[in-house]
Nanobody, 124 residues
Framework: QVQLVESGGGLVQAGGSLRLSCATSGRTFSSYGMGWFRQAPGKKREFVAGIRWNGDSTYYVDSVKGRFTISRDNAKNTVYLQMDSLKPEDTAVYYC?????????????????WGQGTQVTVSS
């Protein structure tokens, strides 16, 4: 069992930055690929970024490439999402999730465990 707790969300002006953290419980964190997703009101939950268990590969949706950076610290059982040059369209609830081994990073169905989410609001 893996428990995930996101933090770091808030209100920021367009062009600003936020750093989300996802703290996990369990001794097997380092064996999981991890992902960040987001869900805006009235929209489906969408993939934002993913990272392999050892951090050697990362994946991003096109709309955040060059602005967001996913990273992890396996010693701290934590995954991060650094978000720079934020835009109003980035406004959403952001979720971290732990991925099932061997499955795609890009689909919600690939993830077994989810956090409760943290709100990110970008004002124009």
């Amino acid at each position: 069992q893996v428990q995930l707790v996101e933090s770091g969300g808030g209100l920021v002006q367009a062009g600003g930055s936020l750093r989300l953290s996802c703290a996990t419980s369990g001794r097997t964190f380092s064996s999981y690929g991890m992902g960040w997703f987001r869900q805006a009101p009235g929209k489906k939950r969408e993939f934002v970024a993913g990272i392999r268990w050892n951090g050697d590969s990362t994946y991003y949706v096109d709309s955040v490439k060059g602005r967001f950076t996913i990273s992890r610290d396996n010693a701290k059982n934590t995954v991060y999402l650094q978000m720079d040059s934020l835009k109003p369209e980035d406004t959403a609830v952001y979720y971290c999730a732990a991925r099932s081994p061997g499955s795609s990073y890009y689909y919600t169905g690939s993830y077994n465990y989810w956090g409760q989410g943290t709100q990110v609001t970008v004002s124009s």
